[in-house]
């Protein structure tokens, strides 16, 4: 990346950053002059990508010189390891929004089963963590 795109991006994220809290913290109150700050905001903020894309496309790029040739078996790794963690992930989210749920109940009902109900909750977190674990394996094969 060129300097002129590295210091365009700065300036994009410093933008999105001061302005709305400086105008909430200099005391701008009024809905009206708020969403002009916020308004000029996203206008810059945007606008500075904009042309920081418009620049770094603009520069010519030579394309990388292939060195390692890929074969089926490595395909197939590379899926296996991008399922297991995205099943694992589903499953995982699944098992927490039934343990949590249920927790949630339990807990307003009585409040002493806390401890109980978070071991459920984060057992049914661990089976994501399975899959990532299976994943690093595959890949660590490669």
């Known amino acids: 990346m060129s ?8 300036v994009a994220l410093l933008l999105s950053i001061v ?13 009206k002059r708020y969403k002009k700050s916020l ?3 996203v206008f810059m903020f ?3 990508f904009v042309l920081a894309s418009v620049i770094m496309l603009a520069t010519p790029v030579a394309a990388a010189e292939v060195t390692e040739t ?3 078996g490595k395909g197939l790794a590379y899926i296996a390891a991008a399922l297991a963690v995205s099943l694992s992930g589903i499953g995982g989210g699944i098992a927490v929004a039934s343990a949590a749920s249920a927790a949630l109940g ?3 009902e009585d409040s002493s089963l806390l401890g109980k109900s978070l071991i459920f909750v984060g ?11 299976i994943s690093f394996m595959i890949l660590g094969k490669l």
């Open 3 to 10: 300097m002129l795109v590295k210091v365009l991006l700065v």
């Open 19 to 31: 302005v709305p809290f400086g105008a909430y913290l200099l005391g701008e109150r009024s809905r």
């Open 39 to 41: 308004a000029f905001n």
């Open 46 to 48: 945007f606008g500075t």
């Open 70 to 72: 890929m074969s089926i």
């Open 106 to 108: 339990a807990i307003s």
């Open 123 to 133: 057992l049914a977190e661990g089976i994501a963590l399975y899959g990532l674990i």
